[in-house]
């Protein structure tokens, strides 16, 4: 699943593209030297994220269906009054995910795209080899965390595997493609733990509790993501 843009966007790229880019121009991943998330948020403000029924499911499950926006023949995550998804959260000065356990297939993908056939040109530049298979790699220009030039032994061998790991459903926990992770300093109050990624107080199935939870004074804690 690919990002859809919900407004016309134009990119203020830390990194210039490469010549001949535009700023929604899909780019092969060979262009790339390297990629991190660096929690800016951008992407869950700027863009509509499409969910399969599946996801529907299990964040409807937990969240209940006011989580849910119904499109003509898709699902997205529903968006606040400030255009931004309604479970980014903002700490230390970073945007990030809320329902880490939850992140949809095309929340985790982002910035890159992978298909078995190439689909915006420069085959060979795109073309990637995976255990033996061949895939078709490319990148969103639009995303603050990547450089541009010859791609890193890492970002080569580390961490677009991962991405196409994730895209073809064997791997569930993500590393490389996404924020590194640290606690918060001080931890939650004595007697309430921690889950593996996120715990809010209360029943999460309200809408008013999950408001309440990006609020400043939520008893939300989270592990937060650094660049």
């Not at 995976?130 to 965390?145: A, D, I, S």
């Not at 921690?194 to 592990?223: E, F, H, M």
Request: aromatic letters at 12%; hydrophobic letters at 35%.
């Amino acid at each position: 699943m690919v990002l859809k843009p919900k407004i016309n966007l134009k990119a203020q790229h830390p990194h210039p593209l490469p010549l001949g880019v535009g700023c929604m121009d899909p780019i092969p991943w060979s262009k790339v030297e390297g990629w991190a998330c660096i929690a800016c948020g951008d992407c869950c403000k700027d863009f509509r994220v499409p969910i399969s029924a599946y996801e529907v499911a299990r964040l409807a499950g937990s969240f209940g269906y006011w989580a849910i926006e119904a499109g003509l023949n898709s699902y997205y995550l529903k968006k606040r009054l400030d255009g931004r998804c309604a479970f980014q959260v903002r700490r230390s000065g970073r945007w990030i995910c809320g329902v880490q356990p939850l992140k949809p297939m095309a929340c985790k993908l982002w910035p890159f795209m992978v298909y078995e056939k190439p689909r915006y040109g420069c085959r060979d530049e795109a073309e990637y080899e995976f255990n033996g298979q061949r895939f078709y790699v490319y990148v969103n220009p639009y995303c603050r965390g990547l450089a541009y030039g010859k791609p890193s032994h890492t970002f080569e061998s580390k961490v677009l595997p991962e991405f196409i790991e994730i895209k073809l459903g064997i791997r569930e926990r993500q590393s490389l493609s996404t924020s590194s992770i640290v606690e918060l300093e001080g931890g939650p109050p004595a007697g309430e733990a921690v889950g593996a990624q996120l715990l809010i107080v209360g029943t999460p199935r309200s809408p008013l509790n999950i408001v309440g939870a990006l609020g400043d004074s939520a008893r939300l804690y989270l592990r937060i993501p650094m660049p």
